[in-house]
């Protein structure tokens, strides 16, 4: 598979994932009470802040450009009508978006060959 294909492919899992996560928030209304309650917030307050990290750091070590991977979680969960948070959907954006540069110098770090040290160049004789 080519690393354009990959790419591709992992940005349309991690669309997939961001839909079916905004999801989970309709079945917490189902939920009579507090027990409710509290899977709704912990749902909010946690789990989407740390699928906005997880998957989009996974999908830019996999060749997603960050301009593409940090937008799927933070802009369902501002455009989506299940939660109404601006404030968890731009921290969303902007977690999505730190994760998705760090694996992409991850893997610019881990593909870097030894000896050619930024700045260090190596003199003919």
Not at 115 to 125: L, V
Request: hydrophobic share 50%.
């Amino acid at each position: 598979m080519s690393a354009g294909k990959r790419a591709c492919l992992w940005f349309g899992l991690l669309v997939i994932f961001s839909l079916l996560l905004q999801l989970l928030g309709f079945l917490f209304g189902q939920i009579p009470g507090e027990a409710g309650a509290l899977f709704y917030l912990l749902h909010l307050y946690l789990v989407l802040p740390l699928g906005a990290i997880i998957f989009p750091f996974l999908a830019g070590k996999r060749g997603v450009h960050p301009l593409a991977a940090f937008f799927p979680v933070g802009g369902c969960l501002l455009l989506l009508p299940v939660y109404h948070s601006p404030g968890v959907g731009l921290l969303c954006l902007l977690l999505s978006l730190v994760a998705s540069v760090a694996a992409q110098e991850w893997e610019k770090q881990k593909n870097h060959k030894k000896g050619s040290h930024h700045g260090t160049a190596k003199r003919k004789k």
